[in-house]
């Protein structure tokens, strides 16, 4: 984890799957003119060594390593892992920023709008073979529907070739995660003031079930980028950074 030295508050960036911290380095200097910013990698991830934890160990390991009172930003995966953490120490948690967010990726009984399994079950057999391929299909699939697609993908593709990619085993434990993860019992219980932005044009994580976060979550509120995908801080990051700076400064001077 690398800290930017900025003002306070304290705000922590936690990425998605396959992807590291480097899918946020294009905000990190406008976000760091008026918070203190931490960017994680997550274990696997960057230089840190891949981990054996569980997804609830994972998220109690990342409040832990944060300062309290820290705001966490989460995307996709990430999300699910911030909102996790706020549950286990509600008392380190100034606030949520849930970026293309869900409470359970894939599609069960009584909630359809995610994933069906088989999708999980494809970039699982594609990390077994071809890992760094599965990687640029996924940024693919994640931005199709963005008015922005083709310049957002050369973006992310570049952030992969930026540093270590993480280890097939890291990528299989957090396809695990989204296939078993269903956080949806534990939604009323998330008392933390949240903010939601989700992508009107989400492949991933569909803008109903940021709908369905936003009217459970007892503090939520939902922020739509229209015509954006499963990257909406790619695509308005202007947007991105001013709702983030209010959002921040709110739960700041309470």
Known sequence: MTMLIGQVPDLALVHGWGL?????????????????????????????????????????????????????????LGAMLAMRAALLAPQRVAGLVLVGATASFIQRDDWQQA???????????????????????????????????RALGRTLRAGLRTGRLPDPETLRRGLDWLRDID????????????????GDQDPLNPLAAAKALAQVM?????????????????????????????????????
Do not use: M
Not at 43 to 56: E, H, K, M, R, V
Not at 57 to 63: F, G, P, S, V
Not at 135 to 140: C, D, P, T, Y
């Open 20 to 76: 590291g911290r480097a899918v946020w380095q294009t905000l990190l200097a406008p976000l760091s003119r008026s918070c203190r910013v931490y960017p994680v990698d997550l274990p696997g991830y960057g230089q840190l060594p891949a981990s054996g934890a569980d997804f609830t160990e994972t998220a109690r390991n990342l409040i832990d390593a944060l300062p309290a009172s820290v705001i966490l930003c989460g995307w996709s």
């Open 115 to 149: 994933q069906a399994p088989e999708l999980l079950d494809s970039f699982s057999e594609s990390i077994r073979q071809q890992p760094e391929q599965a990687l640029q299909r996924f940024v693919g699939l994640l931005n199709q529907g963005d008015g922005q697609a």
């Open 183 to 198: 956080l949806r019992s534990l939604l009323p219980k998330i008392a933390t003031p949240s903010l939601l932005i989700h």
């Open 218 to 254: 007892p503090n939520a509120r939902l922020a739509v980028f229209a015509g954006a995908a499963h990257a909406p801080f790619l695509a308005d990051p202007d947007r991105f950074v001013a709702l983030l700076d209010d959002f921040c400064h709110a739960r700041t001077a309470l």
